[in-house]
Structure formats: C-alpha cells, structure tokens
C-alpha cells in the first residue's frame, strides 16, 4: 500500500495548489461559496480527506452554480478519482461560466482529451476549437488540437454510414484469459496464433507467451496451448506472426539474453512438429530501441514491423527487411511518409496476397485515438495513400491491430470491452480477441487462395524438402517461394485471384515439376490440394513444361512463355552434366505429317531459347513426335490440351 499512497499524496498537493494554498480565487466575492471553497482545499490537502472535499465541491457548485472555478476544481479531483465522465461534465460546466481566454488554454487542452477518452465528439470539438482561440504557444499541442477537431469531422460521416458488422468476441474455448491480444493465422486459417499474458495483475512479474489454436473437423478452435517450450521461456515472448505455411514463425522478445534493445525480434523455423530454438535476428533488422509487432509475408520472405528507432518521421514508425538469397536479412528500412506519419504508426500487417498492408496510426484523421488503415500496392509495387478502414472496425477508442483472412472473408482484432462492475478497483482492463465478417473497406484488393500438399521422390515415394516457387505469368515476378517441410513434404502456396501462375518444384538431383494455375478469369476460388512427385534426373525420365504456350498450328513461343523458359534455363545450369531432348507432341487434328512438322517446330523454337541464353547446343536435342504417344485420349477440347505438350526428357 505505501506505493501506492506515495504518488496519490503528490497528486493531492498538486490539485489543491491554487492562488494560494486554501485560499479562494478573487472571482469568488460572496463570502459562504469563498468558505466552502477554502474548506474543500483544505480537506483535501491539509486532511487529504478526498471523498469529503469532493462533498464539500458538490455543495458549493450546488449552491453557487455561477462560479466557474469550483466546477473545475471538482472536475480535477474527479479526475484523481478515476470518474473520469463526471469531470468532463464538471469542466464543461465551469468552463462555459468562465471567458475563452489563454489563462484556460490547459483546461480546455484536458477537457478535449477526456472527452476524446470516451468518444464525445460535441465536447471535443467544442473544447479544441476554444482551445485554439487561446492563441496556445505549443506547435505540438496545436497540431493536435487540429487533428482531433478533423477527427470529429471524419467521425461523424463514418458513424453515420457504418461499414459492416461489429466485430465480436470469439467464443470459447478462445478468450479465457484476461489479456490476449495480436491474432494472426496461417494461409487456411487452421491455425491461430496469438499473445497471452500471464499474472497480467502482478507489475513487473507479467509474462508473455505464444500460444496456438488449431481449427477441428467442426469448424471450431481447440483450447489454446503453448507454441513451444522451445519458444515461450520465463521471459516474454510477445507479439507475433507466422509465414503462411506455418513453417516460420517471428516474434518479439523483450529483455532477452543477448538482446540489442528493449524488444527485439526473433525468428524460429519449423520441421515436422518440432520450432528450432529461436534466433536474434541482429543489427541489420533490430535495432538499440524498441522493436516490436512484426507481419510476415506469407512465404516468409518479407518482414513488416514497427520500431521506435531514431531517424524516423516522429514515433514508431512501420519498417521493412526481405530475406536475400544467401539467406540473410536484408537491412531494414523505414517505408516512408506514404506509410508513415509524425506521430506513431505501428501493427502493420501484410496481407497473403502481398499486396494490400494495414497500419495502426495516430497521424492520420479517423475516429480518435489509433485506427487501423489499409494501403494497396500500385502495378510499379509503390504503397499507395491509406484509408479508414472505418466504424465500426475503428472506434473512438484506440485499435490494437488487425487481421484479415486469405480468402477477404474474415476480420480478426484485439478490443479491450467495457470493464465489469465486480472488476477490483484498480484492475488492468480485460483484452480480448474480436472477429466478424470483413466488409470491402477491410478487404485487401485481391482475395488469396492455396495449394496445399506434399512433395515426394516419385521412385520412392519418400517426403522430399523442395523449393516452390509461383511466377506471375503476366510479369514473370516471383511471387512467392516456400520449402517443403523436410520430414513431411508438406508445402503451402498462397495463390491470388486474378491472376494466372506458374509453379516450380525442385530439388537438387530431380527434374524440375512444372503446374499452371489460371485465376485471370472469375471461377470457383477453392483451396487446392495437390500433392508433387519429382522425377530423378537419370536417362530417360521426362517432364511436361506445362507453361509454354503457342498460337494454334504455330510454333512462337507466346510472350507469357518466358517464365517457363528461364525457369529451364537456370535447371539446366545448375547441372552442366545434363543433356536433354525437347520433345514436342501435338493433338490428332490436322494430318499426321502436318503435326509432325509442327511438333518439330515447337521443339526446336524451345531448343532455340536455349541455346540463345547459354546453354551448350552439344547438351541439347529437339524431337517432334506429331501425334504420337498420346497422355489422353483424344475425345474432347482437355483431353487434346493434354495432348498438345512439350516435355523435357534426360538422354
């Protein structure tokens, strides 16, 4: 109790602090209010008897309603008092009986603020906008008063048209905790992870962990458990996000042996069930300051997180590193004034599709407090300005984070609720994990999908650790590239409607898989689950280049054939023993030796590309076969698309 005690003390003198100490202000000429209002002071500083000076307050702005100061004076130790509602309305009250002028500029700069704490737009506006006619010499608190006056303007057009659902809290076994906060999922939302706080009532003895829930048969979430004993420690292990395959998991650890900062960011690798033990990630991610709430990309190869690091553009600011081909991070750096504001901005969240990011910012006009934005990435990969995400997703109260799902359907968030009656006095508030549909101003631009399965030796049928890779034909970018689980074979790909992929699979010693996925046209936009053989590279195993395309009865390679070929290309060099022939196979339309003449001229166009790009023409060998050695039978349009191939086979 005696620390408590200390600071109230000190906050006792400082409210009853006035003129003088007891005395009444010269404003107040009647002689019973000037009693009353010495009588108060003295209660509360002399006898520090708050509940009895706020009594004697209460009868004086009873009896003397004209007086404006007692009001304010009542309104300060209601503050003290945590009722934080009865001293807006005291304020309020004292402040309309008393001239705008710069003597109140501090009384209208709290009132503003308490009333911005509760969402009472009428007061805040009327409280800033006099806040401002005191002609106030702080450039800081000016800047925001005037963001909070634009928060009153945006908010209410966003009450008025609300943009979906409220978000709910998620049912049992999930929430048992008192405070639990930062959901993220994997790419088929079968797992989710969040952080919990243990002893959250016991200050300084506090403990984060990660902690993981997976999806049933039943649609339902299993009770939580930990991630890891390799993960969670005595230590805290907060906020955290997972790459898409569930395979790569970063998190942040506060005041962990070896640290740089005061949180750091640490990275862990799954294979089969087990997490490795976690990794710093070092000076070129973290930094001497406070790093923290990272969002991975959904192959694991970007990392978003906020940072209180100097050379900023004010407070936290949203940062970015990528992961190099040697495997290493890349230096992080601040994603700039688009993202970034002079006041903080922080819970970034990348989205699957990789192409829409989230930010929590206190920068930009919203509701109040902190709200949760969404930028989309232009063709030339800039992020583009961010907008509200609106209410009621965002509220007067400052938003923690925000998830949304892979598929656009779903919005997962972090709300503290309104505290109980029966809480304790004093208690840390309650922090719970919210979701509902997400309506389109959450939506990320492009909805994501995913193939998901395993890799094997096609000989041995054994689990293979593989590279895959998915190429956006249209612009031949890497999209996205994961590995195989090495004990399991298991991988996940996210995959973007809208666009039309090509995916790799390969291994060193096996002949490179190639598959097509088309979502440039509206279709059904399920999940995918395909499982991947990988051929040996020894003489006379063979594989479909399943994305090369040419013009019917013609043998140019189209435009979008380029990624397969550079992807043939690179195989090829990194085996420079190999030597292959490109064989061409063509439908029953046509005559045979019309097919066989055009099954030649694919053939050699590929081998062309080859040639043209380094590669030894003495390692090659084109080889049209017309019609011959169908896959399919040729009985229908698919069938004859099989048909209509080029394959790779080792001489």
């Given amino acids: 109790m005696t620390h408590r005690f200390l600071p109230l003390a000190g906050c006792l003198l400082a409210l009853a602090a006035g003129p003088a100490l007891g005395q009444a ?9 000037r009693s009353l209002y010495e009588k108060a002071q003295l209660q509360l500083s002399r006898d520090r008897q708050p509940q009895q000076s706020l009594a004697t307050w209460q009868q004086l702005t009873d009896k003397y309603p004209d007086y404006g100061e007692p009001f304010l004076r009542k309104g300060s130790l209601q503050l003290m008092l945590g009722d934080h509602q009865g001293a807006i309305e005291s304020y309020k009250a004292g402040l309309s009986k008393l001239p705008v002028e710069p003597s109140r500029a501090a009384d209208y700069l709290l009132l503003g603020r308490e009333a911005a704490r509760v969402g009472d737009y009428a007061t805040m506006r009327l409280a800033f906008g006099n806040y401002l006619k005191t002609n106030p010499a702080s450039a800081k608190d000016v800047a925001d008063a005037k963001l909070q006056l634009a928060n009153c303007d945006f908010a209410a057009q966003a009450l008025a048209h609300s943009v979906g659902p409220e978000p709910q809290p998620l049912p049992p ?24 706080v243990r002893n959250p009532e016991r200050q300084g003895q506090e403990n984060e962990d990660v902690l993981i829930s997976t999806l049933g048969p039943d649609g339902t979430y299993s009770a939580p458990v930990s991630i890891s004993n390799v993960i969670n420690s005595r230590d805290n292990e907060g906020a955290a996000t997972i790459s898409g395959d569930g395979q790569t998991l970063v998190f942040t650890g506060c005041g962990r042996p ?7 960011l640490y990275i862990s690798r799954r294979r089969g069930s087990q997490w490795s033990p976690p990794q710093n990630l070092g000076v070129l991610v973290n930094s001497k300051a406070w790093d923290s709430q990272p969002s991975l990309s959904a192959d694991g190869r970007t990392l978003y997180f906020a940072s209180g690091r100097a050379g900023g553009y004010g407070g936290f600011d949203v940062y970015v590193t990528t992961l190099g081909p040697d495997g290493s991070w890349t230096p992080a750096h601040n994603l700039g004034p688009v993202i970034n504001t002079p006041r903080n901005d922080y819970s970034p969240f990348i989205h699957a599709s990789g192409s829409t990011l989230y930010v929590v910012s206190e920068g930009r006009p919203g509701l109040g407090g902190a709200d949760v934005y969404r930028s989309v990435q232009s063709a030339k990969g800039e992020w583009q300005e961010p907008t509200n995400v609106g209410y009621p997703l965002n509220t007067f109260a400052s938003e923690a984070s925000i998830f949304v799902s892979s598929d656009n359907k779903r919005i997962y968030c972090t709300r503290t609720p309104p505290p109980k009656p029966t809480d304790p006095p004093g208690s840390l508030p309650i922090v719970r994990l919210y979701g509902s549909e997400a309506p389109p101003s959450a939506q990320a631009a492009e909805a994501s999908t995913y193939a998901t399965g395993r890799v094997f030796d096609a000989v ?3 689990p293979l650790p593989a590279v895959v890779q998915l190429f956006d034909l249209g612009t031949n970018a890497l999209t996205q590239q994961v590995n195989s689980d090495a004990e399991t074979g298991q991988y996940i790909a996210v995959l973007n409607e809208g666009r039309a992929y090509a995916m790799y699979a390969s291994a060193p010693g096996y002949l490179l898989k190639s598959l097509s996925f088309d979502y440039s046209a509206k ?27 040419f013009d019917s009865n013609q043998a140019v390679i189209k435009p979008r054939s380029r990624t397969e070929l550079d992807r043939l290309v690179e195989f090829l060099r990194q085996d420079p023993n190999l030597r292959v022939e490109v064989a061409g196979y063509t439908d029953n339309v046509g005559t045979p030796a019309a097919n066989l003449t055009l099954s030649q001229r694919r ?27 169908p896959v399919a039978a040729n009985d229908s349009d698919a069938t004859r698309a099989q048909n209509r191939r080029i394959e790779l086979r080792i001489l």
């Fill in 460 to 462: 041995t049928k054994k």
């Fill in 258 to 264: 070896g640290g740089l900062g005061s949180c750091d």
């Fill in 25 to 33: 202000p010269a404003s107040i000429t009647d002689g019973k209010a």
């Fill in 173 to 196: 076994p999930l929430n048992e905790f008192r405070r639990q906060y930062f959901p993220v999922l994997t790419a088929d939302n079968r797992s989710l992870i969040f952080t919990m």
């Fill in 523 to 549: 279709q059904k936009f399920d999940p995918l689950t395909l499982d991947i053989y990988l051929d040996p590279a020894k003489s006379g195993r063979s594989a479909v280049l399943n994305n090369l395309f």
């Fill in 603 to 629: 053939a050699q166009a590929v081998l062309g590309y080859l040639t043209s790009h380094g590669i030894a023409a003495a390692r090659l060998r084109a080889h049209g076969y017309g019609e011959a050695k």
